[in-house]
């Protein structure tokens, strides 16, 4: 029998975790620990989709690869998705790393003008050639780390021409850089300090003239708000997304983060794609969500820079059967790129299991931006984001932290990170 060519393989892996069957719908409760793995696995990859997964024996019997990469002893599995960053600011906030240590808080640092406010002014000042410069950065130690697939959202801007910026920033990375991005409209970040005492003025803004104009030009996918106590309140989440929804972006909201808001009711109510954070969500809320299929993407790296000693009750989620997915929150307050902290985050403060952990940063991740179809598992026909860790089994992620456990990346079959 004469052997298929394709362009790689990659072989002989410990563990190949394929996170196969999840596409159509997320991994739900027990089905989050079923990882799909075949040990002593193989992947062929052709055209920069996956081919074929199985055992060792049998791939190498039907494909012979044009290249390949010998995985022995290591785990391959799906390049993770990080469904929520708030990839594109200027400056730093390093300053207030230190006020929050001594005591204050994230709602009184923002009300002396730090916080978000501080990141808006240096946004507005940045064009769009040095953000991208920035954010090309980022991008750059993500994909070192394993991150393939980026959600990115707008929010420091706050203005029409800001935040229009900023989603032409966003596009412009996503042709420029391997790293996909996924863009979201969160022009309803903060209240801008020129609106403080009038909230629902800003709030007609959004509405009028950003949401129409950015998806006139088809900048965003989702449109987001932060919907919390002296921030933006339920009536006017409620508005801005669902005038959003008419426009075609998909809801999604900061929901629950500092305060009981019933954010998670809100969430199922207006059918959204995910509800992010939700640390103090109710459980009628949260019932409501998993009626509703509304994903949950937490944050717990949110919740350790804000030195908090809440985190989101995860286990409550999967029992109740939410999706769960998980992702860094990155941002200048929370300034985390890699994947793999997270879920070590989510194994110690959260009880999540590693394998619950590492569903929750790849196909349910790519649920929560609607790109299961494509990315989150390794299947025949999905791009080929592969990741090659140096561990034995999976089990090591979570357990092992603080170094990169990363050895290659190959993104849609090429492969752009070698560390070895
Ligand atoms: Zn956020």
Not at 41 to 63: D, P
Not at 128 to 137: A, D, F, H, M, S
Not at 263 to 292: D, N, P, T, Y
Not at 301 to 325: D, P, T
Request: glycine residues 6%; aromatic residues 6%; neutral net charge.
């Amino acid at each position: 029998m004469t052997k298929k060519k394709v362009d790689l393989l990659i072989t002989n892996a410990s563990e190949l975790i394929t996170l196969q069957g999840w596409s159509q719908k997320p991994a739900l409760a027990v089905q989050m620990r079923d990882l799909g793995i075949i040990r002593k696995g193989s992947i062929a990859i052709h055209n920069g989709k996956i081919v074929a997964t199985g055992k060792a024996s049998e791939i190498e019997r039907t494909f012979s690869g044009k290249e390949s990469i010998d995985a022995t002893g290591e785990v391959v599995m799906p390049g993770f998705v990080d469904p929520h960053t708030h990839l594109v600011f200027a400056g730093f906030r390093e300053d207030e790393f230190e006020m929050r240590i001594k005591g204050l808080s994230y709602m009184e640092i923002l009300q002396r003008g730090g916080g978000i406010l501080k990141s808006v002014q240096e946004t507005r000042k940045a064009s769009e050639e040095q953000l991208v410069e920035n954010c090309k950065k980022t991008l750059d130690i993500m994909l070192e780390h394993g991150t393939t697939t980026v959600e990115a959202k707008s929010g420091y801007g706050l203005t029409l021409k800001d935040e229009m910026k900023c989603l032409r920033v966003i596009q412009r990375l996503n042709k420029e850089h391997p790293v996909t991005v996924v863009p979201t409209f969160l022009g309803a970040h903060a209240i801008p300090a020129e609106y403080e005492r009038n909230a629902d003025e800003y709030v007609k803004l959004i509405i009028d003239e950003m949401i129409p104009a950015v998806a006139d030009q088809k900048l965003a996918e989702f449109c987001d708000v932060f919907c919390e106590k002296e921030v933006f309140n339920k009536d006017q989440t409620k508005q801005i997304l669902l005038h959003g929804k008419t426009h075609g972006l998909k809801p999604k909201l900061h929901a629950d983060e500092m305060t009981a808001f019933k954010g998670a009711e809100l969430a199922a109510e207006v059918e959204a794609v995910s509800a992010e954070h939700l640390l103090f969500a109710s459980i009628a809320g949260l019932k409501a969500m998993a009626k509703k299929h509304v994903n949950a993407v937490l944050l717990p790296a949110a919740a350790f820079s804000l030195m908090l000693s809440r985190y989101a009750n995860a286990r409550k989620m999967i029992e109740i059967g939410i999706a769960v997915a998980l992702g860094t929150d990155f941002n200048p307050s929370c300034w985390v790129e890699n994947q793999q902290t997270i879920i070590a985050l989510a194994c110690r403060q959260m009880k999540m299991t590693p394998a619950e952990a590492i569903t929750a940063v790849t196909i349910n991740a790519a649920h929560a931006i609607k790109r299961a179809h494509e990315i989150g598992s390794l299947e025949p026909g999905k791009k080929a984001d592969v990741i090659i860790l140096n561990i034995p089994n999976h089990k090591f992620l979570g357990y092992r932290f603080g170094t990169n456990l990363v050895n290659k990346v190959i993104k849609e079959g090429k492969l752009v990170v070698d560390r070895e």
